[in-house]
């Protein structure tokens, strides 16, 4: 099993940064990806980046349209823990973003993903 602690939410202006942050502890070495969904009122659960790793050196990161060039995901690693900046931040960014972990590499579905975190949640006003 691999435990998933997200923290790093919050409430923001439209404009701002925030920086989410996701600690894997357990069997982390039965994982080589980890990414962040996120799930707005009324609306389905999307992809927003994920990360994944070979061999534990060379990462391949993915984003989702509506955040490329804004959301920076990185590992550490060292620390099991991955993180997701997050910049220019939208109002229509405002939504539960969860943290997940799973064996398929350069997973961009739900269903790629074992393990999810509880969320924390992002509300970014105009």
């Known amino acids: 099993q691999v435990q998933l602690v997200e923290s790093g939410g919050g409430l923001v202006q439209a404009g701002g940064s925030l920086r989410l942050s996701c600690a894997a502890s357990?069997?982390?070495?039965?994982?080589?990806?980890m990414g962040w969904f996120r799930q707005a009122p009324g609306k389905e659960r999307e992809f927003v980046s994920a990360?994944?790793?070979?061999?534990?050196?060379?990462?391949?990161?993915n984003y989702a349209d509506s955040v490329k060039g804004r959301f920076t995901i990185s590992r550490d690693s060292a620390k099991n823990t991955v993180l997701l900046q997050m910049n220019s931040l939208k109002p229509d960014d405002t939504a539960v973003y969860y943290c997940?972990?799973?064996?398929?590499?350069?997973?961009?579905?739900?269903?790629?993903?074992?393990?999810w975190g509880q969320g924390t949640q992002v509300t970014v006003s105009s």
């Open positions: 997940a972990a799973g064996l398929i590499f350069r997973g961009t579905a739900e269903y790629d993903y074992t393990y």
């Open positions: 357990g069997r982390t070495f039965s994982t080589n990806a």
């Open positions: 990360i994944s790793w070979r061999d534990g050196r060379a990462y391949y990161e």
